[in-house]
């Protein structure tokens, strides 16, 4: 094994992220054996992360208080932990000494409701002030977290019965979508005086079972170990999002379920602060993004596209990092960043899967154009993989990008590639939104079996010319009968934002009035799709001799007939 890299050399990792400038020979050797060596390398991190702040109870490789290291040694602060924005109320904050204290009382509260170190606690909130108190009471408690937005009733239903948790904390208005798991819910009043003594999790001990977009199948929990999490918060608080205390870390529109909990890891690890904007609010107001300074910012092309449009000042930012799963405009983003005044400002590539504990992929920081850099993050071990999913080593320098070990997490499915000995992230292995998994089961089923008439669906991807984005048709079959207004683009937005969330919905609707085929009793979605693709349900749908075959087939297959 690599030795571990020497404690002076903590001092030129900084100053590689702090001066934008990667280096023009590839890989740095401290890089490289920070991949062998990733709990020698978190014992290098950890005295630059506490200074002179109170120390850590966590140790590298041996044992982690995530309650302590998170929240508590930072109680005594006055600083901010949470600020998040209310169209209502503007701006709300919690600070580090609240959240404390709420956590506390909150984890004495459950204690007495039976909540043990363990227990599978799933946390149903969206994301603010409630949910970071719940998960610093779990963390306190030694429990098992799981989070899930409460969006439709049969996503939260189909992933609650794949979780069965012992526990379920939500608002007591969200109670109707926990179905049977209503009878989990936690209850928040505690005892006057409350107190705990925080849970310390082994580094090969559960700390959540996470649902991850980016695994397949969709909906099956991914165990997040807690060497992975501590080790993802040491590197991305410092390394990644090179966060200083009290400064922010704000991404607006990244998918919480993908980013969460690890971005709030590596902000509270850090004592800085999680700012929150919801992307409807940033979308009527960009310059929302002005009113505080953002240390790190993660850039959606969304909010590109909403703050270019505004011709918003972001000057006041001192980095911004992309997902490099996204699709990849260069002409807007170069508009982006010549229009908003980046010209100056760091930027890097920054992959982040919550379940495997933080950053798996990042490019260092760097001043000028959008780039494709996305070398492995410091600490992880990995190998590239061929495409036969055997588990063999790439024989040429294009691969799947693997963590080490492979058992419990789910298959690789990012394409990585070296290039003069540079990492360069070179797309999926199968068509995704910005890398996350469409669930394109669950929407068939949604709307095949949700209340309202059954609809015959297939969903498609289909390639826009963009690197990485595709758009997911839907294929709709009304059986003989002209669309009409249940099989409507709005009424099928109504039913999936009902039943699984408004992500689902998919990005084209297609409606013809005939019969799909079926093998053996099932939709044979292979035709469904290669008849699109060619042209020829359009062809049928307005063919006269098949308009008759189709009501020919219609009244054969009616009941009485």
């Known amino acids: 094994m690599t030795p571990t890299p020497p404690a002076h050399e903590l001092r030129a990792i900084l100053a590689a992220y702090e001066t934008a400038t990667p280096p023009e020979a590839g890989v740095p050797d401290w890089l490289r054996r920070s991949w062998n060596d990733p709990e020698g390398f978190a014992a290098t991190l950890a005295p630059a992360h506490v200074g002179r702040g109170a120390p850590f109870k966590s140790r590298a490789g041996q044992h982690h208080d995530f309650f302590h290291d998170l929240m508590g040694r930072h109680a005594a602060t006055e600083r901010i932990a949470l600020r998040t924005y209310d169209r209502a109320r503007g701006w709300q904050t919690l600070s580090y000494r609240q959240l404390h204290d709420q956590a506390v009382r909150r984890a004495a509260a459950w204690a007495q409701q039976g909540v043990k170190p363990g227990a599978k606690v799933c946390l149903v909130f969206n994301p603010g002030p409630e949910l970071l108190v719940s998960l610093g009471a779990a963390l306190g408690l030694g429990a098992c977290i799981s989070l899930l937005p409460p969006v439709g009733r049969r996503f939260v239903a189909r992933r609650l019965a794949a979780l069965a948790p012992e526990h379920v904390a939500a608002e007591a208005h969200q109670a109707p979508l926990l179905g049977p798991f209503a009878k989990c819910l936690l209850a928040t009043q505690g005892p006057p005086t409350p107190t705990i003594a925080s ?15 980016l695994a397949t199948p969709a909906g099956v929990p991914v165990p997040l170990l807690a060497g992975d999490a501590w080790l993802g918060a040491l590197v991305d608080g410092l390394l990644t999002f090179g966060l200083s205390p009290g400064e922010h870390l704000a991404a607006p529109g990244f998918h919480p379920l993908q980013h969460l909990p690890a971005l709030l890891f590596a902000t509270l690890l850090r004592g800085a602060t999680y700012l929150h904007l919801e992307p409807a609010d940033v979308e009527a107001s960009p310059a929302l993004l002005t009113e505080h300074p953002i240390r790190a910012l993660g850039v959606t092309p969304a909010l590109r596209d909403a703050s270019l449009r505004a011709r918003t000042s972001l000057k006041t930012v001192g980095h911004w990092f992309r997902n490099p799963e996204g699709p990849l405009d260069w002409q807007a983003w170069r508009a982006w960043v010549k229009q908003c005044g980046l010209a100056a400002v760091p930027c890097a590539n ?12 990042c490019s260092q920081r760097r001043v000028g154009d959008v780039h494709l850099d996305a070398a492995p993050a410091p600490g992880r071990r990995w190998a590239l993989w061929d495409f036969t999913q055997t588990g063999q080593e790439t024989a040429g320098d294009t691969g799947l990008f693997t963590l080490l070990p492979p058992e419990g997490r789910a298959p690789s499915h990012i394409i990585l ?84 969330g408004a992500e689902f919905f998919p990005d084209r609707v297609e409606c013809f009035p005939l019969h799909a085929r079926r093998t053996e009793g099932q939709l044979n979605e292979a035709w469904c799709h290669a008849q699109y693709l060619t042209g020829s349900l359009k062809h049928k749908a307005s063919d006269p001799l098949f308009q008759s075959l189709t009501a020919l087939r219609g009244h054969v297959l009616s009941p009485g007939y």
């Open 199 to 213: 849970y310390t999790y082994k580094p090969g001990e559960v700390v959540g079972l996470l649902f991850s977009p």
């Open 350 to 361: 920054v992959l982040v899967d919550a379940a495997a504990g933080g950053t798996v992929l």
């Open 417 to 500: 590639t070296r290039v003069n000995e540079h990492y360069q992230y070179a797309g999926g292995r199968e068509a995704r939104r910005e890398g996350r998994v469409y669930p394109a089961g669950e929407v068939t089923e949604a709307l095949r079996e949700a209340p309202g008439p059954a609809l015959v669906t297939s969903v498609l991807p289909v390639p826009t010319g963009l690197a990485g984005q595709y758009r997911q048709v839907l294929l709709v079959f009304t059986e003989g009968r002209m669309p009409s207004p249940e099989s409507s683009a709005a009424e099928i937005r109504r039913r999936l934002e009902l039943q699984l």
